[in-house]
């Protein structure tokens, strides 16, 4: 068996890794401090933000004001850039002294890299991308749930023996409450020695990727594979509904639209008050991605499409001619859906 870093009877309290920008906090460390804010209080554990970075101060006193216990503050020029060595390096030296119980993390791209290795290095287990977190009666384990088997089952996976108990969770699954505090929470800064030999690699120059957040649309029209290819039909709905476009995996792989729309599993899991789904089946890997719709409206010609059962208003149809009705409708209506 592989030793632990520390044992369930030294862990305590429940931390949650909060990713920042030029700032701004990650929104989805802003939804894993929500749940992870529930997850304590049925424990009656501390709730603690772990913030890394160059110089904290500013950033700091911001954390020491959401819904946190206590934040910890691990700063060192060189995690001014995230580097999953350096980040890793501090991250495991500050958990293996505090020891926490839970230790959340979003599934963005730095979490996942930072959450691997870390992982590893604390000998422990991590559920990666978890769809929901409780914590199991009787014991207060976190169970994290995760679909398997390209979604056809849903497994709770809990870690038993190691600490801290890991788990990731992509942007949109949990909702943000807002919530905050009206005198500053403690704040624990430290500082970490960091070798050479953990810091292999230099940022020279980062680039900020432009492209669309579909997580936060308000209206959404989705392309399935029904489309055959020509989305000009689905954006002109786009336009007239004010709404963005997404897609499903296959239009995605097809080439019809940017991966960054991709609705789903693997791809962007949203909360539109409107989702319209044109020409796509209904996989339980997609639909995932719009369960949270307030209202689905789904264009199917197959009547048995498993889509429909995610839909609050079917319509059976040919998809080309009722979007070009739609369209058409809209526009001779001033542009008022
Ligand atoms: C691990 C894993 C992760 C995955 N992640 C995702 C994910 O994040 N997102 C995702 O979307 N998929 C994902 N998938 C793929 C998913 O299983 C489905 O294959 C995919 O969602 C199907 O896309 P589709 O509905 O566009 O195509 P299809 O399943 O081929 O459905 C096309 C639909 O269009 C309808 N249609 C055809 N022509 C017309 C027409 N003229 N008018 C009206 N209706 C028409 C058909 O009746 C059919 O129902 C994942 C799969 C795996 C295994």
Redesign the pocket.
């Known amino acids: 068996m592989i030793e632990p870093a520390y044992t369930p009877a030294q862990a305590s309290g429940t931390w949650v890794f909060l990713e920042h920008d030029e700032g701004e906090f990650a929104p989805v460390s802003l939804e894993l401090l929500a749940k992870a804010r529930d997850l304590a209080s049925q424990s009656g554990s501390r709730l603690t933000g772990l913030i890394m970075g160059g110089d904290l101060g500013v950033l700091a006193g911001k954390a020491a004001l959401l819904d946190l216990d206590e934040v910890v503050a691990v700063s060192s020029p060189l995690l001014d850039q995230f580097t999953a060595e350096a980040y890793s390096h501090a991250a495991d030296a500050v958990i293996r002294e505090r020891r926490p119980d839970i230790l959340l993390l979003g599934a963005t791209a730095y979490g996942r890299d930072l959450a691997g290795r870390l992982a590893v290095m604390l000998r422990t287990g991590l559920t990666a991308d978890c769809t929901d977190l409780e914590l199991e009666a009787g014991n207060g384990l976190l169970l994290g749930e995760v679909s398997g088997f390209?979604?056809g089952i849903l497994a709770s996976i809990k870690c038993e023996t190691h600490r801290p108990q890991m788990a990731t969770v992509r942007p949109g699954v949990f909702t943000e409450t807002g919530a905050t505090r009206a005198t500053a929470a403690p704040v624990a800064m430290v500082n970490v020695d960091i070798p050479a030999s953990a810091h292999p690699v230099e940022v020279v120059a980062r680039h900020r990727k432009q492209g669309v957040d579909i997580s936060k649309a308000e209206r959404l029209v989705v392309a399935?594979?029904?489309f055959r290819g020509d989305l000009g039909l689905l954006e002109a709905l786009a336009r007239a509904l004010d709404a963005e476009v997404g897609a499903?995996?296959?239009?995605v792989d097809e080439g019809w639209a940017e991966r960054d729309r991709?609705?789903?599993?693997?791809?962007i899991i949203t909360r539109p008050k409107l989702a319209v789904v044109c020409?796509?089946?209904g996989?339980s890997?997609?639909t995932c991605?719009i369960d949270q719709a307030e209202m689905v409206v789904a264009?199917?010609?197959?009547p048995e499409?498993p889509i429909f059962e995610s839909a609050d208003l079917c319509v059976v149809d040919?998809?080309?001619p009722v979007v070009r009705a739609l369209v058409a409708q809209i526009e001779s209506n001033g542009g008022k859906a």
């Open positions: 390209g979604g399935g594979r029904g499903t995996r296959v239009a991709q609705v789903g599993q693997t791809g020409g796509a089946s996989a890997q997609f991605g264009l199917n010609q197959d499409a040919d998809l080309f």
